[in-house]
């Protein structure tokens, strides 16, 4: 899911190498799971391209190795 009002996206680790494992630069945010785990998240990808019914965003998109459901 892309909301481009989002203070953050998330893609999965498995998702990201998926896709081609495109460059990441390291993430200064420290995240906190429902659980209170704290972690560091993979990377983020400053900018992925994304179609959205017609019109192509770039994203910022943050890479965690966490299960996202």
């Known amino acids: 899911m892309v909301d481009e ?3 953050t ?3 999965s680790l498995s998702c ?3 896709i081609g494992s495109s460059e990441t630069i390291p ?3 420290m995240l906190k799971a429902f659980d209170g785990h704290l972690f560091r998240p993979h ?3 400053p ?3 994304v179609e959205l019914g017609g019109k192509t965003v770039s994203v910022e998109v943050e890479v965690v190795d966490a299960p996202l459901d």
């Open 47 to 49: 900018a992925l391209p």
């Open 5 to 7: 009002g989002a203070f």
């Open 43 to 45: 990377g983020i990808i």
């Open 16 to 18: 990201w190498q998926a």
């Open 27 to 29: 993430s200064p945010t």
């Open 9 to 11: 996206c998330f893609m």
